[in-house]
């Protein structure tokens, strides 16, 4: 693992700039755009981590981007970027790891980042989680998201860059957070 994701508006970019990745109930106080499913965000404002804060006091990443949010997203694919966080945030204290979308009620979850070595590495990155028994893609779509959980907030050191799904957004991307480099990665965007 090279790198974990997390999915964004353009718009919140010069806030992360300013403030790093916050968690849902930080952003909460400074002004940002969400792309979050609501039926999704209702269920998960009611999940407490075991050992840990509610869910939504952390940073959710991703280990790949191109899962079912990311699909349900595609509409708005010119409008949001993925940023590139280095692995280090594994280490940072309290950062849990789950086996699935953490919105689902039979994910599991553990310490960072011992929690690694319980995952399904081919299905974390699975091109495809589809498969004509819907329990078993349920399954696969669940395990595609697996998440890294960061309490609070991920500092801006530990971001490594973005990905777009073309170069018109790398601009926009660079303009705004010239710091880190926007590539465009079509594949991350089911292209």
């Known amino acids: 693992m090279t790198e974990l994701h997390y999915i964004t508006p353009l718009a919140n970019l010069a806030s992360i700039r300013a403030h790093g990745i916050l968690s849902h109930n930080r952003a909460k106080n400074v002004g940002h755009e969400s792309i979050a499913d609501e039926a999704v965000q209702d269920r998960r404002v009611h ?9 939504h006091d952390y940073v959710n990443l991703f280990f790949d981007a191109r899962n079912s949010m990311m699909y349900r997203r595609l509409n708005k694919r010119t409008s ?19 086996d699935g979308n953490a ?12 929690r690694l070595a319980v995952l399904d590495e081919e299905r974390v990155y ?66």
């Not at 971001?159 to 710091?179: F, H």
């Open 103 to 114: 919105a689902s009620p039979s994910t599991t979850y553990g310490p960072s980042p011992s």
């Open 126 to 191: 699975a091109l495809s989680w589809d498969h004509p028994d819907p329990w078993i893609k349920r399954e696969r779509k669940r395990q595609r998201s697996a998440e890294v959980l960061v309490p609070g907030v991920v500092p801006t050191n530990y971001l490594l860059g973005a990905y777009t799904c073309s170069s018109a957004v790398s601009s926009k991307c660079n303009k705004v957070y010239p710091e880190i480099e926007a590539k465009v990665l079509p594949h991350v965007y089911f292209a």
């Open 47 to 55: 999940v407490k981590v075991p050992g840990g804060a509610m869910l």
């Open 80 to 98: 949001i970027a993925v940023l590139r966080v280095h692995p280090a945030v594994l280490d940072l204290a309290g950062t849990v790891i789950t």
